[in-house]
């Protein structure tokens, strides 16, 4: 005959087995969706310069300049066409396809500041505004108002977003 205390504390020790793979649970989602977030938080603005880029290499420039947020009709004041060709056409310096690329993406208050290696001797840092995916050349070099925290953060995790970038 089972005694009246056999079973004591079973029940306290199934619950405390479900909370405590709850809360592994609960962690594990919350760091993946996290990291996620990171890693796909400039998808829209690096899709934007990796159409501008194929429209370089295919050497569609009317295409790249409406990419850029300007149209013949209406240029961008302080950037006509014929500047864009300056800087992105066949004649001086011209972009390699094969070099031609993003090698770097990172967030910065109302945009994403890029980084673009144009060929072996050139890179250029581009900058997509959020809210009108305008892109232009970067106002700063790097961002402005990062922590140490924030800029050790990008060193490191940023290179698991390089791949993404390809």
């Not at 149209?71 to 094969?98: H, I, L, R, V």
Request: net charge neutral; glycine share 8%.
């Amino acid at each position: 005959m089972p005694g009246y205390l056999d079973q004591y504390g079973a029940g306290e020790e199934r619950r405390n087995r479900i909370i405590a793979i709850s809360i592994v649970s609960v962690v594990s989602v919350a760091i993946v969706a996290a990291l996620a977030w990171y890693l796909l938080k400039n998808h829209h603005q690096e899709g934007v310069v990796k159409t501008f880029l194929a429209d370089i290499r295919r050497g569609d420039y009317q295409a790249a300049y409406r990419d850029w947020g300007c149209t013949p009709q209406m240029p961008c004041s302080g950037y006509a066409f014929d500047k864009f060709m300056e800087d992105w056409g066949p004649k001086n310096s011209p972009p390699d396809p094969a070099v031609l690329g993003l090698t770097e993406s990172e967030s910065c208050n109302t945009g994403v500041l890029l980084s673009v290696a144009v060929n072996r001797e050139r890179a250029e840092k581009l900058w997509v505004d959020r809210s009108g995916d305008a892109i232009s050349f970067a106002p700063f070099p790097i961002c402005p108002h990062k922590t140490p925290f924030e800029i050790m953060v990008h060193r490191t995790l940023g290179r698991l977003r390089k791949p993404l970038l390809q």
